[in-house]
């Protein structure tokens, strides 16, 4: 069964940082892309960040470009999320997706909801100002 499983979010203050993890399981294909998303109470789902596999090219959405990383452990099967300068508006559930196909050239174009194949529970993320 595949599955993701998404970990490490919780309360934290403003300017504050926090690494979120998404276990990848029972995965066949050697290539797909994992994505973040997020989504606020009232707001719609909104792309954060995403990285390629097995070549990590990686896209950032225009809110979180220069404070957000993401990277990946092939070992572990895992991506994380290490989010710095955290702002309230970052206050979200943070879901983990996958999209099982690459077809895009600019990696950002990875960051739609509609194309995700599989997703994760969701980590609340909440920052206080």
């Known amino acids: 069964e595949v599955q993701l499983v998404e970990s490490g979010g919780g309360l934290v203050q403003a300017g504050g940082s926090l690494t979120l993890a998404c276990v990848a399981s029972?995965?066949?294909?050697?290539?797909?892309?994992i994505s973040w998303f997020r989504q606020a109470p009232g707001k719609e789902r909104e792309g954060v960040s995403c990285?390629?596999?097995?070549?990590?090219?990686?896209g950032y959405g225009d809110s979180v470009k220069g404070r957000f990383t993401i990277s990946r452990d092939s070992a572990q099967s895992t991506v994380y999320l290490h989010m710095e300068s955290l702002k309230p508006d970052d206050t979200a559930v943070y879901y983990c997706?996958?999209?099982?196909?690459?077809?895009?050239?600019?990696?950002?174009?990875?960051?739609?909801?509609?194309?995700?194949?599989?997703w994760g529970l969701g980590t609340q993320v909440t920052v206080s100002s």
């Open positions: 029972g995965f066949t294909n050697a290539e797909e892309v």
């Open positions: 997706a996958a999209d099982v196909n690459l077809w895009a050239s600019d990696a950002k174009d990875y960051l739609t909801p509609s194309e995700q194949d599989i």
């Open positions: 990285i390629t596999i097995p070549d990590s090219r990686t």
